[in-house]
């Protein structure tokens, strides 16, 4: 007969490249300690997710069980590229198709439960139907993955009095939220995954106390977490990118550079900018005469792999490349941004702050030139800029209607790259960079809230 394993873990990440990302991170995270893992998503996001895993050797996939689990087809529309709203409208078919992925879950967590003493169920806050799903299982209990960090899940539902005086006293104004986000997206949220009565004991952050300690404490008192154990164990991202193997070219071209001269660009992977964005982007990089790598790609679809997936729309000015020629490397493809980040030579990060990208930027020491898009990245975009100010913004949120001309993208290249007040917002981010990478070494808060994690889930 065989054994049953005392602990499993199985993880459900929501199929946005953001969500699949930690989450896979985290699951690495636990299977190096020991533990089996499951990584259950559609046929689709599973290998989206380990297409595009960085900081671990690939081998290390071998480790985590991985789940196909069947949905039906989908429309794979493309983004609107010239669209007014940044919101990724595009991927609502892929989204609510994932809502079928329930049943062969459902399916699924019967079979690790019998295998197992005890099943531990991760997943996305939208995928909250897992912890429902877990419910009805004896030996399983669910917990809450948060992708998203303290300060933005504090303006949600509503802004309480504490959070609201910490505002006031860092003088900090956050964005409108119906600004962020569009009607469609919150009516399919509460209508498909927010469960008021949910179920879950706990909560794990990618986030640390060196990053958000002052909202951590505060959303230990919000009414959704009162006598729930929250674990803030971030970055879970690697922060020592491993030797050999493959590396992709701009990394060669990188090891030419002085260090601290190259100017990393990346919009994430749900939008892209217009073509009047685009150009005025291009103009700013000639003008800036700085050292860059720019990822100009179109926004994932809900299928990556489709044919269709593989165009791109977005146009370079005639004459760009060669008027940068030795001096910008253009990547129409996914880049390794983990590996670029933590290169000596890089030395901004003009980001949309998506918090994954956020994390990253700042666990590698790397100051960024902000420009949100949509969600929480406003929100990002404010903690990162004016509350641990390591950043400046390119265009602030209330000017998000107008086009972002070429003038203040050199003005906010040269903030951080050229002036004197640069100079400071580097020191500060060499220090808080070096303070996160603490946290998830041997002694520190993260790691130390991940061992509390694991001493939890294994306890008797």
Not at 247 to 257: G, T, V
Not at 357 to 378: F, K, N, R, T, Y
Request: aromatic share 10%; charged share 20%.
């Amino acid at each position: 007969m065989e054994q049953k394993s005392k602990v499993s873990i199985l993880v459900v990440p929501f199929p946005a490249q953001g969500h699949l990302n930690q989450l896979l991170h985290f699951s690495l995270l636990l299977s190096s300690r020991g533990f089996p893992v499951h990584y259950a998503a559609t046929p689709t996001h599973v290998l989206q997710a380990k297409s595009r895993l960085q900081g671990w050797n690939p081998s290390s996939l071998h480790s985590i069980h991985f789940h196909s689990l069947p949905i039906p087809q989908f429309p794979n529309p493309p983004p609107d590229q010239n669209s007014t709203i940044k919101f990724p409208s595009h991927l609502f078919p892929a989204f609510k198709a994932f809502i079928n992925i329930r049943a062969p879950l459902s399916s699924l967590l019967q079979t690790l439960s019998s295998a197992s003493t005890r099943l531990v169920i991760v997943h996305d806050p939208l995928s909250s139907f897992a912890g429902k799903e877990a419910d009805s299982l004896p030996n399983a209990e669910s917990y809450n993955f948060q992708c998203l960090g303290a300060f933005f899940q504090l303006s949600f539902p509503q802004v309480s009095e504490s959070f609201a005086e910490l505002l006031r006293a860092h003088d900090l104004v956050l964005p409108a939220r119906d600004s962020c986000r569009t009607k469609e997206f919150v009516e399919f949220v509460n209508r498909n995954y927010y469960d008021k009565e949910k179920s879950e004991s706990s909560t794990i952050i990618n986030t640390c106390m060196k990053l958000e300690g002052e909202f951590l404490e505060l959303l230990r008192h919000e009414p959704d977490f009162v006598g729930k154990k929250i674990f803030a164990i971030g970055p879970v991202n690697p922060i020592a990118i491993p030797e050999g193997g493959h590396r992709h070219e701009c990394l060669y071209w990188l090891d030419k550079q002085p260090e601290g001269s190259v100017l990393y660009l990346s919009f994430g992977s749900t939008t892209m900018l217009s073509e009047n964005e685009v150009e005025q982007v291009a103009i700013g990089l000639v003008q800036s005469r700085q050292r860059f790598i720019w990822v100009l790609k179109s926004a994932d679809r809900g299928n990556i792999f489709a044919e269709e997936a593989k165009e791109t729309s977005s146009k370079l000015p005639p004459g760009f490349e060669k008027e940068v020629e030795g001096r910008g490397i253009v990547i129409r493809d996914w880049a390794p941004q983990l590996d670029i980040l933590a290169h000596k030579s890089t030395g901004l990060f003009m980001s949309h702050c998506g918090w994954n990208s956020c994390m990253e930027s700042l666990s590698m020491g790397v100051p960024i030139a902000a420009w949100p898009m949509h969600s929480d990245q406003p929100a990002n975009a404010l903690l990162v800029t004016k509350y641990l100010k390591v950043g400046v913004m390119v265009r602030e949120w209330d000017r998000r209607e107008e086009l972002v001309m070429a003038k203040d993208i050199v003005e906010a290249i040269n903030k951080i790259m050229v002036y004197d007040e640069g100079k400071e917002i580097k020191q500060r981010i060499n220090t808080l960079g070096e303070a996160v990478r603490a946290a998830v070494s041997d002694g520190g808060f993260s790691n130390a809230a991940l061992e509390s994690f694991i001493a939890h889930i294994t306890r008797c």
